[in-house]
C-alpha cells in the first residue's frame, strides 16, 4: 500500500523507534505516547484492521499477540500489568488504517468504556 504510513515504516522510508523485530512483525514507540510505555506492533503485510484479517492472517495475528508478551518482558512490565488492543473502525477510533496493537503500560490505565 503506497500511501499507507505504517507500509512506508516497514519499508524504512519513513522513520521509527523499533522496539521489535522479526521477519514478519515490527514494533516501535507510538509518535503521541497516550501511556508512559506505549508501543505499536504490526505486521509487516498491509492489512487493513481485524475486520480485514482473513483465515491465513491468523497465525500471523497470533504472532503478534507473542511478540506483545515478548516486549513486555524485555521493558520490564509484564509484573506491573499491562493492556493489548486493537482499534477496528470509527466508533474505535481507528486513524491507521493498517492494523496496529497497542502496547500500553506504565501507569494505572484508565477503565476501557465510552
Ligand atoms: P489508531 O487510533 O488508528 O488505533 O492509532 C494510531 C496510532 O498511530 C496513534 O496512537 C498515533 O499516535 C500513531 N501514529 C500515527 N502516525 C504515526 C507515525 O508516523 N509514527 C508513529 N510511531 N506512530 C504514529
Ligand atoms: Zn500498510
Redesign the pocket.
Known amino acids: 500500500m503506497s500511501d499507507c ?1 505504517f507500509c512506508k ?1 516497514v519499508a524504512g522510508e ?1 522513520p ?1 523507534k523499533k522496539v521489535y523485530e522479526d521477519d514478519e512483525v515490527l514494533a ?5 505516547p ?1 501511556s508512559p510505555i506505549h508501543v ?1 506492533i504490526i505486521p509487516k503485510k498491509h492489512i487493513a484492521s481485524l475486520a480485514d484479517a482473513k483465515a491465513e492472517d491468523w497465525p500471523l495475528l497470533g504472532r503478534i499477540q507473542a511478540a506483545a508478551a515478548q516486549i513486555a518482558r524485555e521493558l520490564e512490565v509484564e509484573e506491573s500489568g499491562y493492556r493489548v488492543i486493537t ?1 477496528v473502525g470509527a466508533n474505535a ?4 488504517h493498517h492494523i ?1 496493537y ?1 502496547l500500553m503500560a506504565g501507569a494505572r490505565l484508565s477503565p476501557l468504556g465510552v
Not at 516501535?28 to 503521541?32: V, Y
Open positions: 504510513i515504516i519513513l521509527s516501535f514507540h507510538d509518535i503521541q497516550a505499536l482499534n477510533g481507528q486513524i491507521v496496529h497497542h
